[in-house]
């Protein structure tokens, strides 16, 4: 991207430039003296002048040019980060709502296991009550009938 911010910044230089080689163009040629027989005639068009402004033109329509493209370009770079953003926060919002139900499955499990600690502990206690207020068993003989 910041090579199009640089063409752009290239191009408006360029332009600057031209622009001001131009006014000293119109200037000198304002300021140049005609003599009264001059002021008379038509003035005629000076060859160089005429190739110059032509050269400047066709450069100006090249800048032109070259400036619609760039700015197409960055268009569409704006466009393709802007989807890629997009995506990126779908997904992000994917995984936020996976780790919402990954905790709220863990907790399911904590209390589960908390259930069955407690369910646990109780009938242990119950055995200790249970086995405390029986009498000791007799072992059956299976041979003594």
């Given at each position: ?56 033109r ?22 393709d ?31 589960a ?16 009550a ?16």
């Amino acid at each position: 991207m910041s090579t199009g911010a640089q063409d752009e910044d290239d191009l408006l230089n360029q332009w600057a430039f031209l622009d001001q080689m131009v006014s000293r163009q119109a200037t000198r040629l304002r300021e140049t003296s005609q003599d009264d027989e001059e002021e008379d005639a038509p003035a005629a068009p000076n060859p160089a002048f005429i190739a110059e402004a032509e050269a400047l033109r066709a450069r100006v329509s090249t800048l032109e040019k070259e400036c619609a493209s760039l700015g197409e370009q960055l268009s569409q770079r704006t466009l393709d980060a802007q989807q890629r953003l997009t995506a990126a926060d779908a997904e992000v919002n994917d995984i936020r709502q996976r780790i919402t139900a990954l905790q709220t499955e863990r907790d399911a499990a904590v209390q589960a296991a908390r259930a069955a600690q407690q369910q646990a502990a109780e009938l242990q206690t119950q055995m200790a009550a249970t086995a405390a207020a029986a009498p000791p068993a007799q072992p059956r003989r299976w041979w003594r009938r």
